[in-house]
């Protein structure tokens, strides 16, 4: 709680970081105002409604659901009575390109991906048990510094045990480290896959990335009844029943931070409007906060030099046809793993390989399409804007969305192309626009890079008084639960401060 008197929080941004802040502060007894400069709030987190198709536009899978529990319960109330979470199984169907077209699906249910296992190589089953021990060990180890607490001061670091940077697998990549555990390589591509669930390449990442097999497949994987947008407006539910206020649309913009000396004084508004503050919390991208928000008084522009995660390309399809083949979550797997990733880091231009995601939510909602339709959530890792390549060429994008629907029908979904009645797509250019994302990166910051746990922008602001940070780019991460957790972080900052 605050110790002292009642405080004037202006939050920038109604991300899903930004709502879990306001509830935290507003329970805190603070009066709370949210500006949130797109229509909705939810932040990438959101949804796409056309001719009786619908679609999530940014997540689609939820895990660690204790996190969002802890969330409602510490403000009194039940998530539950805000949304019902359904357990997916299986949890992912995994297509190979191999001669014998090889399906996978995992799941949390350990006889079924033992026996899924054993119909690949027998040998990896006793090798699945030890890598998911070492995932939780992983899990263990990291969770109470680097999850739920943060590290944005010195005495921070003490929490570690200097024994335990060892035990974390630091040194070695993702990738080192699951090829060291299985014998199939078409395992080993599957366990890779997990270091892009915050933008990164597994040949890169440091291997203590290896607890997020053990967060999905050993914690479970969740869909939210109705669509994971479902989500976001229980947070914006829980936020307004507690008292706080939330702007949204272009004119509530905030344009600038207004600070006298270090200290944080209001925010200006597109419309000329000033709004005073006490504390100003940013649920906008540390980098782009300190370049376009705070310019004139503050030059923090290290923070752009940081590797941005990848980001990505997406296909909102809707189909005049279903297709049997296809669960909820689908991963076509590109041929060559290494090649992709080297493709999107290294020269920063898509893969003309791309391992292709797709949502069909449909699967477990069907009014989210007309009935005998569906509506697919397609997406491919891409780089993150730079000159490499050029998103603003509509000739590039139609190209490179040929390439993905043919790649699609070679895995089997025949006639893709001639049944979409209903087409949208979102490129990285789109998503640095509309929502401000630092070369328009997905997830913040990747981890490509063994200290980049010690490299992200504290949630307190360097350099500015009374300005916190809270969402992907800044501890602990990018992802749903992650950025609720960013939002405990920078509420006991605040108390702590106070």
Aim: with cysteine; proline share 5%; hydrophobic share 40%.
């Amino acid at each position: 709680m605050l110790k002292s008197e009642k405080k004037k929080i202006v939050i920038i941004g109604a991300g899903m970081g930004g709502l879990a802040t306001a509830i935290r502060l507003a329970v805190a007894g603070c009066s709370v105002e949210v500006f949130e400069k797109n229509e909705r709030t939810g932040g990438k987190l959101n949804l796409l409604e056309k001719g009786g198709f619908r679609w999530d536009t940014g997540p689609s899978l939820v895990t660690m659901p204790f996190v969002y529990r802890e969330l409602f319960a510490m403000a009194g109330r039940k998530l539950e009575d805000y949304a019902k979470l359904i357990p997916i199984e299986p949890i992912c169907r995994y297509f190979y390109p191999d001669a014998q077209n090889t399906i996978f699906e995992t799941s949390d249910s350990i006889s079924k991906m033992t026996a899924e296992i054993e119909k690949l190589e027998p040998h990896d089953v006793a090798a699945y048990f030890r890598f998911m021990a070492y995932s939780r060990r992983l899990y263990d180890l990291t969770a109470e510094v680097f999850l739920f607490q943060g590290l944005n001061a010195l005495r921070d670091l003490r929490q570690l045990d200097p024994r335990d940077m060892f035990k974390i697998d630091p040194f070695r990549t993702v990738h080192q480290a699951v090829a060291a555990s299985f014998k199939d390589p078409r395992l080993v591509q599957l366990f890779d896959r997990y270091a892009t669930y915050n933008g990164s390449s597994p040949y890169l990442a440091p291997a203590t990335l290896n607890i997020i097999p053990y967060v999905e497949l050993g914690m479970g994987g969740w869909y939210v009844q109705g669509g994971l947008y479902a989500l976001a407006q229980a947070y914006q539910k829980l936020a307004e029943e507690l008292g706080v206020t939330i702007h949204t649309g272009l004119e509530w913009a905030v344009e600038r931070i207004v600070t006298n000396g270090r200290q944080v004084q209001a925010v200006q508004l597109k419309s000329g409007a000033t709004v005073a503050a006490d504390i100003i919390v940013a649920n906008t991208d540390v980098a782009y906060t300190y370049s376009h928000l705070l310019k004139e008084k503050v030059n923090q522009s290290r923070w752009s030099k940081l590797e941005p995660s990848c980001s990505g390309f997406v296909l909102f399809l809707g189909l005049n046809r279903q297709y049997s083949q296809l669960t909820h979550h689908n991963i076509l797997f590109s041929r060559d793993y290494r090649r992709e990733f080297a493709t999107i880091f290294e020269d920063k231009v898509p893969s003309l390989d791309p391992t292709i995601y797709i949502c069909w939510t449909g699967k477990t909602d069907p009014e989210h399409a007309p009935p005998g339709k569906s509506n697919l959530f397609v997406l491919v890792n891409a780089p993150y804007l730079s000159d490499a390549f050029d998103w603003a060429k509509p000739k590039a994008i139609q190209t490179y969305r040929n390439l993905i629907v043919n790649r699609m029908e070679e895995f089997g979904l025949t006639d893709l192309n001639s049944a979409i009645e209903l087409e949208y797509t979102m490129t990285p250019l789109d998503l640095a626009q509309r929502y401000n994302a630092e070369r328009g990166a997905i997830y913040g910051l990747s981890s490509n890079n063994r200290f980049s746990a010690f490299l992200r922008p504290p949630n307190r602001a360097k350099g500015v008084d009374g300005l916190y940070f809270v969402g992907g780019s800044t501890h602990p991460g990018g992802g749903i639960p992650l950025v609720t957790l960013s939002a405990r972080i920078v509420a006991d900052l605040i108390a702590e401060d106070s």
